[in-house]
């Protein structure tokens, strides 16, 4: 079977409510490797209903994450777009996995401990199991490269260490590929409005806290006008953002909308006073989120369009993951 070279792997949970952190840490990065890469991205579906989802709400949540997807530029002609649940795969390749990863390896995943919190009894099992599904994700595709914030580096390594076991295990010495991490871009880690040392959270119960994608531009320049910050201006240089979590977290939004640096952006506003500093972020967010925001509506009033996208993307991505299934059955003994 032939090794890919350039096979990209990520996917979004249909959660609800899509922010800024999902666009500037994931989506927007996904559109760029279109140009270098052979891409997969999936709408996450099964990794969702680790916590309850109502599934009407899911349903929808789906659409719209693939409408996100088009919308800011991803081609589900060169490409490929698809949901979760409709690629077996993605399953049964998962409780191979289950079989072959360690419970010592899930026991040092810390967003399960983040995720479960106090009450880690209450948790699914596929809270727990999340990491390894993941690992199926990816190399049930045989990705080479993985797209990923710095909150997901942990998973990626599981998937490298499973990959890695079942290729020992099964002396299949090249089968999986042991996939590469991707973090890119100034807003790897894009934290809330209201709280600079937390990160930017579908769940947190302040809508203020994030900006949705959903946002009009009223909206957005409300959200920023009233994020947190410090009476202090901006400073020369990164260093002198230490310590002052909001202002770091706004600065480097501006830097991935405007393709700079933080050291760009700090020089061209270093001096200047929050006043100054968040007008100009939010006509440069809106200038940037709106048209993606317009089409997103667009796309979401023809359900039967992304329904087709995702099921032709499916077609594609099963063509794929088939074979490789097909070898791992022969590998493991399944007759």
Excluded at 18 to 36: M, P
Excluded at 56 to 64: D, F, P, S, V
Excluded at 192 to 205: A, E, F, I
Aim: charge should be neutral; charged fraction near 25%.
């Amino acid at each position: 079977m032939e090794q890919p070279r350039n096979r990209v792997f990520s996917g979004v949970q249909p959660t609800g409510n899509l922010h800024l952190g999902n666009y500037l840490g994931a989506i927007r990065n996904f559109v760029g490797l279109q140009e270098t890469h052979e891409c997969l991205y999936c709408v996450v579906d099964m990794h969702a209903i680790t916590v309850w989802q109502e599934p009407k709400e899911l349903a929808a949540n789906t659409r719209e994450v693939a409408a996100a997807y088009i919308a800011s530029g991803i081609d589900p002609e060169r490409h490929i777009v698809f949901n979760q649940s409709k690629v077996s795969a993605h399953a049964e390749l998962a409780w191979i996995l289950n079989c072959v990863a360690r419970i010592g390896w899930l026991n040092r995943m810390t967003q399960f401990k983040d995720k479960a919190g106090k009450d880690r009894e209450k948790a699914s099992v596929g809270l727990y199991a999340y990491p390894v599904l993941m690992a199926a994700d990816i190399l049930a595709y045989r990705a080479t490269h993985v797209p990923v914030g710095e909150d997901q580096k942990q998973h990626l390594e599981l998937a490298r260490d499973t990959a890695q076991k079942f290729n020992n295990d099964f002396a299949a010495p090249d089968f999986f590929p042991l996939p590469e991490p991707l973090i890119m871009g100034e807003a790897t880690r894009v934290m809330s409005l209201r709280d600079g040392t937390k990160k930017m959270s579908k769940s947190d119960p302040s809508d203020l806290s994030r900006i949705t994608m959903r946002d009009s531009a009223d909206d957005i320049a409300k959200k920023i006008r009233k994020a947190q910050t410090d009476p202090e201006p901006l400073p020369e240089t990164v260093e002198g953002l230490a310590g002052r979590a909001g202002a770091d977290n706004l600065v480097g939004i501006y830097a991935a909308l405007s393709g700079k640096t933080r050291a760009e952006v700090l020089a061209e506003f270093s001096g200047a006073q929050f006043s100054v500093f968040k007008p100009a972020l939010a006509d440069l967010a809106v200038e940037k989120l709106t048209p993606i925001t317009t089409e997103m509506k667009r796309l979401m009033d023809d359900p039967a369009y992304i329904d087709s996208v995702l099921e032709k993307g499916a077609v594609r991505a099963r063509a794929i993951a088939d074979p490789v299934i097909a070898r791992v059955r022969e590998l493991v003994g399944f007759i």
